[in-house]
């Protein structure tokens, strides 16, 4: 079974507006990191989160965890249509070898 | 910010012939390199885990004999898919980390292999 899942699986915004997304674990984490990744192509880091963290921003973005519930959020303020893309959480899992299991991934369409 | 290459970006190749992707991090080194597939619409799913110098672990159901990982240097790696078919067809993206810094990790732009 998957260690990430996210909600949701897809979110449609217009612009301007917030997009927020879930991201759920199951095991204890060393941190947990969020990726971009547009259609076709790589992926890029957004923002690492280690697990006594609570709160994280960087420019627009604001991530969550709360290891107590085991999950995650990412907020994206003010979308723009250039953040459409599909988003994904990764954890690192304790004892894990610091390997990275990524979520289900959520796609996220901002139209203008 | 670190550059990760790899090559090619896409490939269509005939069922049985073998193919090398190649991985390189071009601005720093990587002692470990992370091998990575991911279908259509789907998350990412760590094939195997490599070692500069050493033999590659693969993940639980991953066929080592299939997908032949070589990580000769600090800055290459390489996948052979071996006797491809046409369920081979994938994303597939490395992940080199860094040797400097041990919990980053950075992602190549794919390769987009279609067997037919």
């Known amino acids: 079974s998957q260690q990430g899942e996210e909600d949701p699986q897809a979110l449609s915004i217009q612009e301007g507006e917030n997009a927020t997304m879930n991201c759920s674990y199951k095991?204890?984490?060393?941190?947990l990191q969020w990726y971009r990744q547009n259609s076709g192509r790589g992926l890029v880091h957004l923002i690492l989160?280690?697990?006594?963290?609570r709160e994280k921003h960087s420019g627009r973005l604001r991530v969550t965890l709360d290891t107590s519930k085991k999950s995650s959020s990412l907020l994206i303020t003010a979308s723009r249509a250039a953040d459409t893309a599909s988003y994904f959480c990764?954890?690192?899992?304790?004892?894990?070898?610091?390997?990275?299991?990524f979520g289900t991934g959520t796609q996220l369409k901002v139209e203008l | 910010g670190a550059v990760v290459s790899q090559h090619p970006s896409r490939v269509i190749c005939k069922s049985g012939t073998s193919v090398k992707i190649e991985c390189r991090s071009l601005?720093?080194?990587?002692?470990?390199m992370f091998w990575y597939r991911q279908f259509p619409k789907k998350s990412l799913m760590l094939m195997a885990t490599?070692?500069?110098?050493?033999?590659?672990?693969?993940e639980q159901g991953v066929e080592k004999d299939k997908f032949l990982i070589n990580h000769a240097s600090l800055t290459l790696s390489t996948l052979t898919v071996t006797s491809a078919h046409p369920e081979d067809s994938s994303f597939y993206i490395c992940?080199?980390?860094?040797?400097?810094?041990?919990?980053?990790?950075?992602f190549g732009p794919g390769t987009r292999l279609t067997v037919t």
């Open positions: 990764a954890t690192d899992r304790t004892g894990g070898g610091n390997k990275l299991t």
């Open positions: 095991t204890s984490i060393n941190n």
């Open positions: 989160i280690r697990s006594n963290e």
């Open positions: 601005d720093f080194q990587a002692t470990t």
């Open positions: 490599s070692n500069e110098g050493s033999k590659a672990t693969y």
């Open positions: 992940s080199p980390r860094p040797r400097d810094y041990p919990y980053e990790q950075y």
